[in-house]
């Protein structure tokens, strides 16, 4: 009767795929770099017939080529883009947090800022461009002082009249 074999040593091909290189694309601080000096020339590249598309579609936040526009179309509206452009909003880890972390200097939190996906070859075109906007900070809610609250000690009548002169 057939059975199955037992294994005596657990493989190591499901870690192999996680460290194969091939597949490896550019980090956040990479992508950031791009996206501040090199945005236009990466959109507007010479034709490669050895990339995919010629390297006329290229998806500047992910670092991949597509071979025609419908395809880099259809990639902006995936998780793995909206993802990408999520992860490009924080400002990438500088030496500076590094050394803040190691307890020189006070922590501040890293800036946030605006992605929005890239513009259309029709759109570039016609002018569009690609912007990192940062974002204001917006305040978060406040509790209200408890302290700056009136206590009431039974003077009804003043505090009427303290809302009848407002």
């Not at 501040?108 to 513009?119: I, Y």
Request: charged share 35%; proline share 5%.
């Amino acid at each position: 009767m057939p059975y199955a074999r037992k294994k005596m040593h657990d493989g190591d091909t499901h870690l192999r795929r996680r460290w194969r290189l091939r597949n490896r694309k550019k980090d956040l601080d990479e992508i950031d770099q791009d996206l501040k000096t090199k945005s236009d020339q990466l959109l507007n590249q010479d034709v490669d017939l050895d990339k995919p598309g010629f390297a006329q579609f290229y998806c500047i936040h992910c670092a991949t080529y597509y071979i025609n526009e419908r395809a880099m179309q259809d990639h902006f509206k995936t998780k793995v883009h909206k993802r990408r452009l999520k992860a490009l909003e924080d400002e990438p880890y500088t030496e500076k947090e590094a050394l803040q972390a190691a307890g020189q200097g006070s922590y501040e939190p890293p800036a946030k800022r605006k992605m929005a996906t890239q513009p259309s070859k029709s759109e570039l075109e016609a002018g569009a461009k690609i912007t990192v906007e940062l974002q204001p900070d917006t305040p978060k809610h406040v509790k209200t002082e408890l302290s700056k609250s009136k206590v009431l000690n039974g003077n009804y009548v003043e505090i009427l009249n303290d809302l009848k002169s407002k």
